[in-house]
């Protein structure tokens, strides 16, 4: 059987999308991996009265070829990078359009599911992943065997071209609101850092696939 990856990052080859690539790869497991961006799909428009007899979301768009994968697949890993202190859009829309499966049937129930959260500060690592646990688990009894969350220190002000002068970016918070390391702060090829590069993170990829593997 199948492990589904996807990732709601904008962001091709992302931390975010390699870290789920990573999992389905040192898995061993046959894999699907989609990054939501690349898709033209629409949220759910609570047409229950299409999908509810059927358990599958009628709607003709990019998503719908995944549906069935994701529905017969072994586990899913799910992973977004934290956006205005949640899920991406992408990934929200996408949990909405699992509502087809919910009806009447819960087919969802108890799949494995792994959570990948990839955000700015070590600070968001509670309140995203408890978010994210929610958004799912409202609808769908999956069984969540846990999550992986990493660090970035990768603001969007490193490609604004405004960060120097920002004042409220995630740089301004990372130079401890200090005016002068704002000013002289330099972007350079070592600042955009690799979840490949952080001990923490590498464990937990290795420890998840290896559940994974043995689902």
Not at 64 to 89: D, F, W
Not at 116 to 128: D, M
Not at 148 to 162: A, D, L, N
Request: hydrophobic share 40%; aromatic share 10%.
């Amino acid at each position: 059987m199948t492990i589904v990856g996807v990732s709601g990052s904008p962001i091709l080859n992302s931390n975010t999308d390699r870290i789920i690539q990573s999992l389905l790869e040192q898995s061993g497991k046959d894999q699907i991996f989609l990054n939501l961006s690349t898709l033209r799909y629409e949220p759910c428009k609570a047409c229950a009265h299409l999908c509810a007899r059927t358990n599958m979301c009628p709607l003709d768009d990019d998503l719908k070829r995944y549906l069935e994968p994701i529905l017969k697949s072994e586990a899913l890993i799910l992973g977004t990078p934290v956006h205005a202190g949640n899920i991406t859009g992408w990934m929200f829309s996408f949990i909405t359009r699992l509502w087809c499966f919910h009806h009447v049937k819960n087919l969802l129930r108890d799949k494995p599911v792994l959570l990948v959260v990839t955000g700015l500060f070590k600070e968001s690592r509670r309140v995203v992943v408890q978010k994210f646990r929610e958004r799912i688990l409202i609808d769908h009894p999956v069984k969540i065997i846990g999550y992986i969350y990493h660090t970035t220190e990768i603001p969007p002000c490193f490609k604004c071209g405004m960060g120097n002068i920002c004042k409220v970016g995630g740089l301004w918070a990372m130079v401890g609101f200090d005016e002068k390391r704002l000013r002289e702060f330099k972007v350079t090829s070592d600042k955009f850092k690799r979840w490949e590069d952080n001990v923490e993170t590498v464990f937990k990829v290795q420890k998840y696939a290896k559940m994974l593997a043995e689902i």
